[in-house]
């Protein structure tokens, strides 16, 4: 591989064969997947009706949820769902449409950057090979779709990364070409080329927008990533003297421009205040505090108050970093052998120095932290890139000792393949039919202990409960002999691009029908038709109430389009800013929940209807609405 990474780079052009892949692979699943189901209780809905919330409000400075503070984030996310509201309207599928285009984003930059990276180990009547598998890998692999079923900021990190490392290798490129006699090879307009020097104040100043985007897309980790790259890889390749050629004061100003008017504001309008003594908090404080120190320094620290979030244990969270790129991670151990930096390497370093980099600062920092199982979704671009360059180079007919080591992957994902396929068709064909109209819920087991984790309903599912999910699992287990079998055979062959176009459809069939049992699944997750059954039934002066805390219902706020009250729910995400002189009075205790029953009309969803209509019968008349996923619908009328 040294030597011809010693020869000039082909010309790579974005293949529009290639773009058509990748374009049908995000259509069929991101926007194949945009209208349904509805919104999740949890963040998914809690970020979706900030936005809304700020269109109605015409702030775009300070979060509402439920017309209280909400400092936990900040805005570029609102921003993009309410802009996106306020073009196509209020829906669910309008508020989602940002982070499908963005996973479209992320999916032509890391084409973009396998071109860079891996124009020369590709056929070469082929060269963005590594770029187009990269890509695939990372368009259907299982951690970056289901991290884009709900409205979370992960997915734009990954694009802030990805775009982050790139133009950092353009920069660093092009300041090194006056030492460098064979010019600068570097991705312009989709093309890989050998050009004369260009001055690097471009790829710097976009660096420097990149980075502000990042930071308020997450906050200060926006930061740690993306620089602790630069100053790692500077320091590696002891090439450090460069940091001070990268343009640095027109790139503050840059990065001053984008990122600092939205703190100046948001610290500036939400100033300290006094806080209540005895709960943790200190005895003056506002956005500034909590933002800045509670949500980035004391979760770091795990002292984040409240401490509203599971924890991850460390080997779990590694071995998720591996799951999520599944089935692409079975060739990563080719791709570490492959492109692993070698000391002779580190002055003119391969693509294996910024892949391994970038991951290890992503899955190193959270190994420190507080994590949950999603946070290593920054570095599945990075694994991506290895496993498709590593696909890519096997693909060549001079190197049949790698060809043999993807085989050899194979024959793991034929064994893989063969026992998920068998499960899956076992299930299919024998989990008995449940009957008609049957709630989800009385199917399940419950683990509220685990309902912290982002996935923690799935360790809910039975034998009993799988006769609902019986189209997806038999599509399932025909996925997988085309992933095991079927591209097992075909590499054996020799035909290894069609083994790898296999494997990328087998997965879109696969994830499709994850989002079918997703759907079918909904009721436990989110509140959408309960929600709407009170919206067709409440009038002027009707009160909705949430019994429990707002997460555990708060897609009423979206659907209902009206303020919601909550019965012993001043915790967690409104707890903070319901301390504001201006924060409305939607918490209820179980005193002000009687004399409510007994004075308007309510509409009241609680998980413990029988206890509720225990308490509420001798006060008011008490009715069943309607009844989903475990939850039910109370009215006194």
């Given at each position: 591989?040294?030597?011809?990474?010693?020869?000039?780079?082909?010309?790579?052009?974005?293949?529009?064969?290639?773009?058509?892949?990748?374009?049908?692979?995000?259509?069929?699943?991101?926007?194949?997947?945009?209208?349904?189901p509805?919104?999740?209780?949890?963040?998914?809905?809690?970020?979706?009706?900030?936005?809304?919330?700020?269109?109605?409000?015409?702030?775009?400075?300070?979060?509402y949820?439920?017309?209280?503070?909400?400092?936990?984030?900040?805005?570029?996310?609102?921003?993009?769902?309410?802009?996106?509201?306020?073009?196509?309207?209020?829906?669910?599928?309008?508020?989602?449409?940002?982070?499908?285009?963005?996973?479209?984003?992320?999916?032509?930059?890391?084409?973009?950057?396998?071109?860079?990276?891996?124009?020369?180990?590709?056929?070469?009547?082929?060269?963005?090979?590594?770029?187009?598998?990269?890509?695939?890998?990372?368009?259907?692999?299982?951690?970056?779709?289901?991290?884009?079923?709900?409205?979370?900021?992960?997915?734009?990190?990954?694009?802030?990364?990805?775009?982050?490392?790139?133009?950092?290798?353009?920069?660093?490129?092009?300041?090194?070409?006056?030492?460098?006699?064979?010019?600068?090879?570097?991705?312009?307009?989709g093309?890989?080329?050998?050009?004369?020097?260009?001055?690097?104040l471009?790829?710097?100043?976009?660096?420097?927008?990149?980075?502000?985007?990042?930071?308020?897309?997450?906050?200060?980790?926006?930061?740690?990533?993306p620089?602790?790259?630069?100053?790692?890889y500077?320091?590696?390749?002891?090439?450090?003297?460069?940091?001070?050629?990268?343009?640095?004061?027109?790139?503050?100003?840059?990065?001053?421009?984008?990122?600092?008017?939205?703190?100046?504001?948001?610290?500036?309008?939400?100033?300290?205040?006094?806080?209540?003594?005895?709960?943790?908090?200190?005895?003056?404080?506002?956005?500034?505090?909590?933002?800045?120190?509670?949500?980035?320094i004391?979760?770091?620290?795990?002292?984040?108050?409240?401490?509203?979030?599971?924890?991850?244990?460390?080997?779990?969270?590694?071995?998720?970093?591996?799951?999520?790129?599944?089935?692409w991670?079975?060739?990563?151990?080719?791709?570490?052998?492959?492109?692993?930096?070698?000391?002779?390497?580190?002055?003119?370093?391969?693509?294996?120095?910024?892949?391994?980099?970038?991951?290890?600062?992503?899955?190193?920092?959270?190994?420190?932290?507080?994590?949950?199982?999603?946070?290593?979704?920054?570095?599945?671009?990075?694994?991506?890139?290895?496993?498709?360059?590593?696909?890519?180079?096997?693909?060549?007919?001079?190197?049949?000792?790698?060809?043999?080591?993807?085989?050899?992957?194979?024959?793991?994902?034929?064994?893989?393949?063969?026992?998920?396929?068998?499960?899956?068709?076992?299930?299919?064909?024998?989990?008995?039919?449940?009957?008609?109209?049957?709630?989800?819920?009385?199917?399940?087991?419950?683990?509220p202990?685990?309902?912290?984790?982002?996935?923690?309903?799935?360790?809910?599912?039975?034998?009993?409960?799988?006769?609902?999910?019986?189209?997806?699992?038999?599509?399932?287990?025909?996925?997988?002999?085309?992933?095991?079998?079927?591209?097992?055979?075909?590499?054996?062959?020799?035909?290894t691009?069609?083994?790898n176009?296999?494997?990328?459809?087998?997965?879109?069939?696969?994830?499709?029908?994850?989002?079918?049992?997703?759907a079918?699944?909904?009721?436990?997750?989110?509140?959408?038709?309960?929600?709407?059954?009170?919206?067709?039934?409440?009038?002027?002066?009707?009160?909705?109430?949430?019994?429990?805390?707002?997460?555990?219902?708060?897609?009423?706020?979206?659907?209902?389009?009206?303020?919601?009250?909550?019965?012993?729910?001043?915790?967690?995400?409104?707890?903070?800013?319901?301390?504001?002189?201006?924060?409305?009075?939607?918490?209820?205790?179980?005193?002000s929940?009687?004399?409510?029953?007994?004075s308007?009309?309510?509409?009241?969803?609680?998980?413990?209807?029988?206890?509720?209509?225990?308490?509420?019968?001798?006060?008011?008349?008490?009715?069943?609405?309607?009844?989903?996923?475990?939850?039910?619908?109370?009215?006194?009328?």
């Open positions: 591989m040294t030597n011809e990474q010693t020869q000039p780079a082909p010309t790579a052009r974005w293949s529009p064969r290639s773009l058509a892949l990748i374009l049908a692979a995000w259509f069929v699943l991101q926007i194949g997947g945009l209208f349904s509805g919104l999740l209780d949890d963040v998914d809905s809690v970020y979706i009706e900030i936005a809304r919330e700020m269109l109605h409000r015409h702030d775009y400075v300070t979060p949820i439920d017309g209280i503070r909400f400092f936990d984030k900040p805005p570029l996310m609102y921003w993009m769902a309410a802009g996106s509201m306020r073009v196509f309207g209020e829906y669910d599928w309008a508020a989602r449409l940002p982070i499908a285009f963005a996973m479209l984003a992320l999916l032509l930059a890391v084409y973009a950057l396998g071109l860079r990276l891996f124009a020369r180990l590709s056929p070469v009547d082929a060269p963005d090979r590594g770029a187009l598998y990269s890509a695939l890998a990372v368009a259907t692999g299982i951690g970056p779709y289901l991290y884009t079923r709900f409205f979370i900021p992960d997915i734009l990190i990954c694009l802030w990364m990805t775009l982050s490392v790139h133009l950092f290798l353009i920069a660093i490129e092009r300041l090194r070409a006056p030492h460098d006699h064979r010019g600068a090879a570097e991705v312009i307009v093309m890989v080329s050998t050009t004369p020097p260009k001055s690097a471009t790829p710097c100043l976009l660096f420097a927008a990149t980075l502000a985007l990042n930071l308020l897309t997450k906050g200060l980790i926006g930061l740690v990533f620089l602790g790259f630069v100053f790692l500077l320091a590696i390749t002891r090439q450090l003297r460069l940091l001070w050629k990268l343009h640095l004061i027109p790139s503050l100003l840059v990065f001053g421009i984008i990122a600092l008017p939205w703190h100046i504001l948001a610290a500036l309008r939400n100033p300290a205040i006094a806080l209540p003594a005895g709960v943790g908090l200190p005895a003056r404080g506002g956005w500034a505090w909590f933002y800045l120190y509670n949500e980035h004391a979760r770091f620290l795990q002292k984040r108050i409240p401490h509203d979030y599971g924890q991850t244990p460390v080997w779990l969270f590694w071995s998720f970093a591996i799951i999520w790129m599944i089935p991670s079975a060739f990563l151990p080719a791709a570490i052998e492959l492109f692993w930096p070698r000391r002779h390497q580190l002055e003119q370093p391969d693509a294996g120095l910024p892949l391994f980099l970038w991951a290890g600062i992503v899955l190193g920092f959270f190994t420190l932290s507080a994590r949950q199982e999603y946070y290593s979704l920054p570095a599945l671009p990075a694994l991506g890139l290895l496993a498709g360059g590593a696909l890519a180079w096997a693909d060549r007919a001079d190197v049949a000792y790698e060809r043999r080591k993807m085989l050899l992957a194979s024959r793991y994902m034929l064994v893989l393949g063969a026992i998920v396929s068998c499960v899956c068709g076992y299930f299919a064909v024998m989990a008995p039919t449940p009957k008609p109209g049957v709630d989800i819920f009385s199917l399940l087991t419950n683990n202990e685990l309902y912290n984790l982002s996935l923690g309903h799935l360790y809910d599912l039975t034998g009993a409960a799988m006769g609902l999910f019986r189209a997806p699992l038999a599509g399932v287990a025909i996925a997988m002999l085309l992933i095991g079998p079927g591209s097992y055979l075909l590499r054996r062959q020799g035909k691009y069609a083994a176009l296999t494997l990328a459809a087998a997965m879109v069939l696969v994830l499709t029908c994850v989002h079918g049992g997703l079918r699944f909904y009721p436990i997750l989110g509140s959408k038709e309960l929600a709407l059954d009170v919206a067709a039934k409440q009038s002027p002066g009707d009160l909705i109430v949430l019994d429990g805390e707002l997460t555990s219902g708060s897609t009423l706020l979206f659907y209902t389009r009206q303020p919601v009250h909550l019965v012993n729910g001043r915790v967690n995400g409104p707890w903070y800013g319901s301390f504001w002189p201006d924060a409305p009075h939607i918490f209820e205790d179980e005193t929940l009687r004399q409510l029953w007994g308007r009309h309510i509409f009241l969803l609680t998980y413990n209807p029988v206890q509720r209509m225990k308490d509420l019968q001798g006060i008011a008349p008490v009715h069943t609405l309607a009844s989903a996923g475990g939850k039910t619908v109370l009215t006194n009328f």
